[in-house]
């Protein structure tokens, strides 16, 4: 008996020509055979495709027919079921926003342009006796107790927060990425943790290890 091939035509590479597919076939379709590859070309596939998804369309309406049937108290917890991961994805979403906006804030108001990080660097080197008047002490106080309160929602919030969305933020008209300001920050609420400690007393609490863990977090 000679021996049954595909129905198909390949292109063989080496011989550079057509010849028959020299699968196995397994499916007959109009009459022909068909290997497990060339089966996808006919339109027999297209009709399962077809069928299936018609089916669960009626699968679909059947079920909304019978959830209309139910109590109002029944539909109320299938509803609460249903929703859950677009509750839980809005959930994360929003949290996302408020700490990434809270940072972009921050840095806007303490650590973007030139003077302001010059003011910082002043603080801490050389001149300090001549900054340290009463209101730049209050401003830096007012400066590490908003910054480690976001490294603290950062870190408490990191499972659901959209990391990406800070490792991409630039500010508009600057050569600044928040993820380089927020390392930046790190670095320094880590070199100056005591004098932090001493003036901002919610920083006593606070595991400023933290910090070094998402700054590897953001260069990754
Ligand atoms: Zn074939």
């Not at 509803?79 to 979403?93: A, G, L, P, V």
């Not at 100056?192 to 863990?213: A, L, T, W």
């Amino acid at each position: 008996m000679p021996k049954v091939y595909c129905y198909c035509y390949v292109f063989d590479t080496t011989t550079k020509r057509n010849r028959k597919c020299k699968l196995k076939p397994k499916y007959t379709y109009d009459n022909k055979k068909y290997c497990h590859v060339h089966i996808n070309n006919t339109t027999y596939v297209s009709s399962i495709i077809k069928i299936q998804s018609v089916y669960r369309g009626y699968l679909g309406r059947k079920l909304v027919k019978k959830y209309n049937t139910l109590p109002e108290e029944v539909q109320r917890i299938i509803c609460k079921y249903t929703h859950q991961d677009i509750y839980y994805y809005r959930y994360c979403d929003k949290i996302s926003t408020i700490i990434i906006n809270k940072a972009i804030n921050f840095m806007k108001n303490y650590y973007l342009t030139y003077s302001q990080c010059e003011f910082i660097e002043n603080m801490f080197n050389g001149n300090r006796h001549t900054f340290e008047t009463l209101e730049n002490i209050n401003y830096l106080k007012s400066m590490f107790k908003e910054i480690i309160h976001i490294f603290y929602l950062i870190d408490k919030y990191i499972n659901i927060l959209n990391i990406s969305k800070i490792k991409n933020y630039h500010f508009d008209g600057t050569d600044y990425s928040l993820k380089y300001k927020l390392i930046e920050m790190g670095n320094i609420c880590l070199l100056y943790k005591g004098f932090i400690e001493s003036m901002v007393p919610e920083s006593q609490n606070y595991n400023f290890y933290c910090i070094r863990d998402l700054s590897k977090n953001l260069e990754d």
